[in-house]
């Protein structure tokens, strides 16, 4: 196993950084997109500060070609948890090796850093990172990548036990509403957490909580939320810290593509699929990926591709390792691809709509973007995602109406429900694409100057600057 090692010779700025933040993701593809992306709008804000980003080697290999502000450099750590290509087979283990295994040699790079942090952001998972803080003396911010609604959820974890709500045969129970979780809007059970009823969930819950339990320890907490999506759960969570809570999302790579710059190190070799959309009418193209890592059953898989190309829609399926097998049942209107652009895609004149697992760098993307949702959750925070689409947000429709072990979706309902989605003179879906706009202005306020993310990232910027050597 290789020593810890941190790439000096991409150190090109400033001799004497104002500011050394070193950033620690959770070592996930979602994860490590929304704190990069997090960094970058730091860099290009501050271009005094230094920011020492940790990754372990297999990431290192994934991102080191990816284009990055100078002031930006990447340190590793040795493999110490399982590999990224099976990180979903065994979800628990995963995340509980993150938690475990990464504190030993990341403290170990941390203590031999020029020149020595003066700020550590980590993400909630990897918290023992608040302990190392307080022995150094070098102040903390926990960093959550997904919604403020499903932190507010965690937050309030006990109460669902004091109304009765924990433990829950969800398949009996399953659509009664929770309305007592201080920031979000009425919720049915089967959209929350612990839902699934196969136990996954629930273990994947006892790691959050954990994680949480040291939450009061921290000195600033991001938020990857835009505030005016989320504003009373974010109210309610600002008021609940002695410390500053930020909501500082969308984290997505909106400079790179502003600036128009590709992810390397995934699609240079291919980006045929951005020439054929290009050839497609415009918001007539559906796009539908599931993620970075998870994926749904080989029976709903089948379902999926079938219901697709009878809908005869015009479709860019993003179908990683399934890619070979799709192409061959997905007919002439589609397109299948191991990977995309994502946000250059969902940014495309063509697209019309996205069939998301609803993963919150997606999420945000899309709302960027302004383009409706159909959801198909999987696991973890995505139902709660799905809910704020539908529901709160009303910019999408449920492919799948609950998220129970072995409910196939059907191709002749996936089918169906394509057509009415894509079909551009249907009132509803009128009324829902306006809506897409409406929240897409949201979001693009949010980041633009004097915006609430703008000016929240600002005072992050602000605070950790003033405690530098403290
Ligand atoms: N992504 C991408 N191209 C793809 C599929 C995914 O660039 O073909 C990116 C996507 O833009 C997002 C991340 O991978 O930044 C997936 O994160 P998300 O939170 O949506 O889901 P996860 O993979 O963590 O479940």
């Known amino acids: 196993m290789s020593t810890s090692a941190v790439d000096m010779d991409s150190v090109r700025a400033a001799p004497t950084p104002t500011c050394h933040m070193v950033a620690m993701p959770y070592p996930g593809r979602g994860h490590i997109n929304s704190m990069m992306n997090f960094c970058k709008i730091l860099a290009s804000k501050k271009p005094d500060i230094l920011v020492t980003f940790v990754v372990t080697e297999e990431w290192l290999g994934f991102i080191g070609p990816d284009p990055k502000p100078d002031n930006i450099r990447l340190a590793s750590i040795p493999n110490v948890v399982p590999s990224e290509l099976v990180r979903a087979a065994d979800l628990n283990n995963f995340v509980e090796a993150a938690m475990t295994k990464i504190e030993a040699p990341t403290e170990r790079l941390l203590d031999q850093l020029e020149p020595l942090p003066t700020v550590l952001v980590a993400e909630i998972f990897l918290f023992w990172a608040i302990g190392f803080g307080k022995r150094r003396n070098i102040p903390v911010a926990l960093f959550w990548p997904m919604s403020a609604s499903m932190f507010t959820v965690i937050q309030h974890f006990h109460l669902f036990a004091q109304n009765g709500h924990f433990p829950v045969d969800i398949s009996a129970r399953g659509e009664e509403r929770v309305d007592y979780i201080p920031g979000i ?4 059970l089967v959209d929350l957490l612990f839902s699934r009823n196969d136990g996954s969930n629930l273990q994947l819950l006892h790691r959050f909580l954990e994680a949480f339990s040291w939450l009061s320890k921290a000195q600033y907490l991001l938020f990857s939320s835009i505030y005016e999506l989320e504003s ?66 080989g029976a709903q898989m089948d379902e999926l591709a079938a219901g697709l190309r009878d809908s005869g829609i015009r479709f860019l399926w993003v179908a990683r390792d399934e890619t070979i097998k ?32 609803c993963g919150w760098n997606s999420i945000q993307e899309g709302v960027f973007c302004g383009v409706p949702f159909l959801t198909f959750p999987i696991v973890a925070d995505q139902m709660q995602n799905s809910k704020l ?31 009415n989605f894509m079909d551009l003179e249907s009132d509803q879906v009128k009324e829902m694409r306006k809506r897409a706009s409406e929240v897409q202005q949201i979001c693009r306020r949010a980041i ?13 910027l602000r605070d950790i600057s003033q405690c530098h050597g403290r």
């Not at 709160?392 to 799948?400: F, L, S, Y």
């Open 185 to 188: 809007s009425s919720t049915r």
């Open 232 to 297: 009373q759960a974010n109210d309610v969570l600002k008021a609940e810290f002695p410390f500053p809570v930020y909501s500082i999302g969308p984290t997505i790579p909106f400079l790179d593509v502003a600036e128009n710059i590709s992810l390397a190190s995934h699609d240079d070799s291919d980006l045929n699929y951005l020439e054929w959309l290009d050839c497609q009418p415009r918001s007539s193209v559906l796009y539908i990926s599931m993620g970075s890592f998870l994926s749904i059953s």
């Open 326 to 357: 799709l192409k061959e049942v997905c007919g002439d209107m589609g397109l299948v691809v191991p990977w995309s652009n994502q946000l250059r895609v969902l940014s495309h004149s063509s697209i019309g709509g996205f069939l998301t697992h």
């Open 389 to 419: 689409i539908v529901e709160d947000w009303k910019i999408g429709w449920r492919v799948k109406e609950d998220v129970g072990a072995g409910s196939l979706v059907t191709r002749e309902k996936i089918g169906g429900l394509v057509q």
């Open 448 to 460: 633009a100057e004097k915006g609430s993310s703008e000016t929240n990232v600002s005072a992050f």
